[in-house]
Every structure is written in C-alpha cells, then in structure tokens.
C-alpha cells in the first residue's frame, strides 16, 4: 500500500518535471508575453504614452502643469483637494498668501493627499508656482 503511493508520487513529480521542460521557442514566447510588465516607464518618458510630463527647458504655464500633474485631484476634489473654482473651499487658504501656498505646493501638506510638487517631481518650482498661481486665479 505505501509502496504503491510512493511510487504515484513519484510520478506525479517526474510528471512535473517534464512539464517546465521548456523548449526554446516556448521560452521565447513566454519572454514575449511577460516583457511589458518588465518595462519601466520614468516619468518625462513619453514614449511609454500616456500624459507624460515632461522635464523641459521651457518653463510650462501654470496651465499646463496644473491639467497635466493637479487637475486629477483639484478637479475632483479627490481625497479632500480643494476644488478649483471653489471660492468658499479656497478662501482661508488665499488668506495665508501667496508664498505659504507656493511653499504648500513645493513641499506638499504633510499627512494630507497633497504630496510635493503634486507627485510631479520633473516639474520645477517656478512651474510648481504658477500653477498654484493658476489654480488660485480660478477660486476666488
Ligand atoms: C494626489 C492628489 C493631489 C494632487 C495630484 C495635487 N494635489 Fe494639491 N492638494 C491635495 C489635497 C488633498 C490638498 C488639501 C491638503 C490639506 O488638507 O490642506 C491639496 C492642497 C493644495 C494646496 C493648498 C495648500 C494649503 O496650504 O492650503 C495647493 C496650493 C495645492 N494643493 C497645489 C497643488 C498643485 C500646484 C498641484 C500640481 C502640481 C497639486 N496640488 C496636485 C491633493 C493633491
């Protein structure tokens, strides 16, 4: 009786065995289908598609660095960002002026969903500053 369980086993692992015994071109296909889940895409890589944002020597508007690295949250409202055109949302925090609001989006608000430089790390800060500028020219 064990014997014979014992020797099941055994062929159920020399089963096993033979079933990763890959050939080449099953490796390669196997390679082909999981490679996109190895690539990494840095931000400012725009081959990857997407919105990508740039690092560029122009400086962007507060426009364009607001819809491509802010709108996401300041738009929605999304984890309690204040919503642009929301003057009621944005009055006391016009109230602490411009620089604590440039310096909030630099550094970010900590312990809050406003992380630094809104996650957009490729932005400088004077991009950073217009587009809390924009965002403020729009709220109240
Ligand atoms: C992941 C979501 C998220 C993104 C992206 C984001 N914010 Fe925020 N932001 C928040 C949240 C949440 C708050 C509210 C923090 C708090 O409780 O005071 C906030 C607050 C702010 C404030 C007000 C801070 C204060 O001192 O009152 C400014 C200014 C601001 N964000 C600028 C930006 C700018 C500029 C960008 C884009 C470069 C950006 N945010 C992107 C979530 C976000």
Known sequence: MTRIAISLF????AGGAFAVDLNDRQRAEIQERIAPVGEVCMQGDSSCGG???AASSEPRSGE???N???MACHSTGAGGAPKVGDVAAWADRIAKGQDALHSSGIQGVAGTGMIAKGGCMACSDQE????????VDGSQ
């Open 64 to 66: 364009e660095v607001y």
């Open 68 to 70: 491509a690295a802010c």
């Open 51 to 53: 919105a990508a944002v």
């Open 10 to 13: 055994a062929a159920m692992l």
């Open 128 to 135: 950073i500053m217009a587009a809390v500028d924009f965002m």
